[in-house]
Structures are given as C-alpha cells and as structure tokens.
C-alpha cells in the first residue's frame, strides 16, 4: 500500500535569484512533466507575445531566446538599476499558462488531468514545472557568447535540424544573416560582444 505523503515545503530549498545592476540573466524554464507544449505555433506565438509584453512593462531587453518542445531559454538583459527577476520570469510566463489553460479547457480537456495538481482543497492546473527554472547571471562578454551558442545549438543537439538558423523558434537566424525571426533580439551593446 502507498501513501501519499505532502511534501514538505518548509525543508525544500528556494532558489536565489541575484538582481545585480549590469548582469544579464540566461534563463531556462520547463513545461509541466517535459510535455511538448511549445510544439505547437499557437503556444510559441502566445510566448512572444508574452515576452514583447513584459519586455515594455518591465524595462528589459532580449538578448537571445530558443523555444525548445519542452522548455525555453532566453537572455534578457534588465535596463533598470532596480529589478526583480523573478518577477520579470512571472511575467512571461504567466500569460502563456493562462491562455493555454484556457484553450485546452475548451479544445482539449482531456489534458487538464494530466496538468492537474490539488492543494488543500484548490485544485490548479500547471503548464511550467513549478520553480522558478534556472538563472543564471552573465557578467562578462565571454560567457555571453558561450551561452549564446549553447541556446542555439540546442535544436541541432537535439537533432531537430541541422543548422542552428533553421529552427524558426530561435533568434539564431537572426544573429547569422538578419532572416525575420518571430522575436527580434535588442541590440547586445559594444561592451558585451567579445573582440
């Protein structure tokens, strides 16, 4: 016989984020169980939408971005002296969730118990792992460039295609000949780009 047993929240370690001035922030974020939402164009198309959005609310720029299946990374480089992360994460990603649940509530439900979760006595259903994901903070031009090229790669190391340009949710193309992209990158200042 097997128990549920709750798990204890007060033991489980929190993640800290660092809001440095002048850092940039590679952040890495999952859907719920690794399920393949972002596969679709809709849920990609709500994910820009989103990050265009929160992008003008918050005062960030995108330095670099890939929308794997199953998860997402992005560069963002905070323009304000004082900012949250977490909050900024928040703002992406909470519309996306919102508009998915509500499409599947009406065009697929028999998702929604493969997405449901009961607190107490609310029940919620999740489109991101529960987490903030992972940031990590860039504060030097090499390690920019690095994670750059990892992002990028991702869909090549995952043999959705050949070249890192021709994933089309991906700012790759971008940076190797200026192809339109869904989510055009800001511009990486000078001081940030390795010589």
């Not at 670099?64 to 992360?85: C, G, K, N, S, T």
């Not at 997405?115 to 994901?133: A, H, M, P």
């Not at 460039?145 to 990028?152: G, L, S």
């Amino acid at each position: 016989m097997t128990v549920d047993m709750a798990p204890d929240y007060s033991q489980k370690r929190r993640r800290k984020n660092y809001n440095e001035p002048g850092h940039a922030h590679e952040l890495t974020f999952s859907c719920y169980q690794n399920y393949p939402f972002l596969s679709k164009k809709r849920t990609c198309q709500w994910l820009v939408d989103a990050i265009t959005d929160a992008r003008k609310k918050m005062g960030f720029d995108v330095w670099a971005w890939v929308f794997m299946p199953d998860h997402v990374h992005l560069i963002v480089h905070p323009r304000r002296e004082i900012y949250d992360i977490s909050i900024i994460r928040k703002q992406i990603k909470e519309p996306v969730a919102q508009n998915a649940i509500k499409w599947m509530k009406g065009n697929s439900p028999e998702w929604l118990k493969k997405i449901e979760r009961t607190r107490g006595n609310r029940k919620e259903y999740l489109f991101w792992q529960s987490g903030g994901g992972y940031d990590r903070n860039i504060i030097d031009s090499k390690t920019l460039a690095f994670m750059m090229e990892y992002i990028h790669l991702n869909p090549v190391r995952k043999k959705l295609v050949e070249h890192s340009q021709d994933w089309k949710w991906s700012s790759a193309a971008w940076f190797y000949d200026q192809t339109d992209v869904p989510l055009i990158p800001d511009e990486i200042p000078p001081e940030w780009l390795m010589e």
